[in-house]
């Protein structure tokens, strides 16, 4: 993944960043921002998989620039690799700040997820809807 003037994948999930996620230093907890990011890769992965999913790994993480109160955090995921029961996601989260709407890359990560059966056992992703 590399810096990219417009966000890569599609806008999955959109928040807004409020005072309770603050940390001591008055920025957003960065856990606050990596589980809306690994709840909009959830989406993507539950719609690929058709049906249940789970976290396995977070990689690749990197924070670029802080996210402040009041920024609208914007999540954007695309499906990297798909595996026989995994796959990675590329996700990017952006904000638009202040009330101009200047939008920033904040971080991005990879994900990798396993579908999973109804008693959490692995099992196949099923072939891509045609």
Do not use: H
């Amino acid at each position: 993944m590399t810096e990219t003037a417009d966000p890569r994948g599609e806008l999955t999930l959109r928040t807004i960043a409020m005072p309770a996620d603050v940390n001591g230093n008055g920025d957003i907890f960065g856990g606050w921002v990596l589980s809306q990011m690994d709840m909009a890769c959830g989406i993507l992965a539950r719609e690929r998989a058709r049906g249940r999913t789970a976290t396995v790994a977070v990689d690749a993480m990197k924070f670029i620039r802080p996210v402040a109160v009041g920024d609208v955090l914007c999540v954007y995921t695309r499906l990297g690799r798909v595996g026989r029961t995994s796959m990675a996601i590329e996700v990017e989260a952006w904000v638009r700040r202040g009330t101009i709407g200047a939008r920033e890359k904040v971080t991005e990560a990879v994900f990798t997820f396993v579908a999973i059966d109804e008693d959490g056992l692995p099992r196949p992703v099923p072939p891509e809807a045609g």
